[in-house]
């Protein structure tokens, strides 16, 4: 299963975590896995690199954490859709992806 946590800090989501492989089918032709991870990182790039926000990022095999500390409203806004896109997964496949909501993250 992949778990989402999304980090809420100041009253807004700041960040995210996601981790594992959501075991949908075998690695390599999981359309779960292929969609959490197609968002995020649509998420990530455009947050980072079309609109030149910093994050902190970390990325493992199965793996990805990114937080945003001072940003525009608009890069909040994005974390704001993913978060939805990544809810509506997971009523297609609550048994593949767990939505987990937490405190900021502490690095």
């Known amino acids: 299963m992949t778990s989402v946590k999304f980090f809420i800090g100041d009253n807004r989501l700041n960040g995210f975590e996601i981790k594992g ?4 089918s075998e690695e390599g032709s999981d359309i779960v896995c292929a969609a959490i991870s197609s968002a995020a990182e649509m998420a990530v790039n455009t947050v980072t690199d079309v609109m030149g926000e910093k994050a902190d990022i970390k990325v493992d ?4 954490r ?3 500390s ?7 806004q994005v974390l704001e859709g993913l978060k ?3 809810v509506e997964i997971s009523k297609q496949y609550p048994q593949n992806i767990r939505i987990i909501y937490g405190g900021a993250k502490n690095a």
């Open 61 to 64: 095999e199965g793996f990805l």
């Open 70 to 76: 001072d940003a525009s409203e608009s890069a909040y």
């Open 84 to 86: 939805l896109h990544l």
């Open 66 to 68: 990114f937080t945003l």
């Open 21 to 24: 492989h959501s075991g949908y």
